[in-house]
């Protein structure tokens, strides 16, 4: 599966299981851009394959911010910022007492001193923890555990995550667009490697798509081995005059609408298009697959 997203819901993991359940083995081509709920869905893939311009993300659920519905950001920002209120608490707390036993070249004893820097960290950082609300450092606790125990649930079949890859994918990258690239991902996964020439052709095909998600509605391409393109009155008119012969009363569109390919039979996969659904385009770059 050639899989390209800026992430999104954390539910897409239903995608990877309904892979994991029709499929033996399944791969994720991480093409381009693959975060958040891409990586998501590649934790159940047997085996993860990158281009270079491939690139997954962490498992970074984005939640409204408080009272600012339109804005988005982290689940980790408030856990990040209890974190960092409590380490420099801690750090000012030890440095008063330092500063206190030096400046009174030891007369004051540590208990005096630490009396001292207590009440002065807890003036000092009161006002910021009252604003903490507990309710909502839970709820978004409890978001941010989705990913996880959705992963989870995928590596029991797909087997190709390393020991503590969860948790370093949940909570230790900085940012929701942070690249992990084939050798980041190798230090992740079990099983990763580069595309095969076939697969670099499929992308290829794709263009654009392979590397940037589609920017409205989902782009749906049907890839195939049967050449699509119809000729032109110009292109058929050449080719009797190369052949020398006349196809007088002949339907262009009867052998698949390709004048050197074989002609169309029952068994033959419809192109997409037949229906006369939308124009077909020929991918230049992969021999024998088309893009339509």
Avoid: W
Avoid at 182 to 208: K, M, P, Y
Avoid at 215 to 230: M, R
Avoid at 239 to 268: C, I, V
Avoid at 270 to 283: F, L, T
Wanted: contains cysteine.
């Amino acid at each position: 599966m050639f899989l390209t997203t800026n992430g999104g819901d954390p539910d897409a993991y239903k995608i990877s299981r309904y892979l994991q359940e029709k499929y033996k083995h399944f791969a994720v081509v991480v093409s381009g851009k693959c975060k958040s709920a891409g990586t998501l869905i590649a934790l159940g893939a047997h085996e993860i394959v990158f281009t270079p311009y491939g690139e997954l993300g962490p498992l970074d659920i984005q939640l409204a911010k408080v009272d600012r519905f339109d804005q988005m950001q982290s689940g980790l920002a408030i856990q990040d910022a209890l974190n960092t209120l409590e380490d420099r608490a801690l750090e000012r707390f030890f440095t008063i007492v330092k500063d206190y036993i030096q400046s009174n070249r030891g007369m004051i004893s540590f208990g005096v001193a630490a009396k001292a820097a207590s009440d002065f960290v807890t003036q000092l950082y009161a006002p910021v923890f009252a604003r903490v609300d507990p309710e909502e450092v839970g709820a978004r606790t409890r978001s941010m555990r989705i990913a996880s125990d959705y992963g989870q649930r995928l590596s029991l079949k797909s087997q190709n995550l390393k020991p503590d890859t969860l948790r370093l994918l949940a909570e230790t990258y900085s940012s929701h667009s942070f690249v992990i690239d084939q050798q980041e991902a190798e230090g992740l996964f079990e099983r990763v490697r580069q595309t095969s020439d076939e697969e670099r052709g499929v992308a290829i095909a794709l263009e654009r798509l392979a590397r940037f998600p589609a920017t409205s509605e989902p782009a749906i391409y049907a890839l195939h081995d049967q050449k699509a393109a119809e000729p032109t009155k110009k292109q058929n008119d050449n080719k009797e005059m190369t052949d020398g012969k006349t196809h007088q009363g002949r339907d262009p569109k009867a052998n698949g609408g390709d004048p050197e390919g074989p002609a169309s039979s029952p068994n033959s996969p419809p192109s997409a298009g037949a229906n006369g659904s939308g124009p077909r385009r020929r991918s230049r770059g992969a021999k024998g697959v088309e893009a339509q």
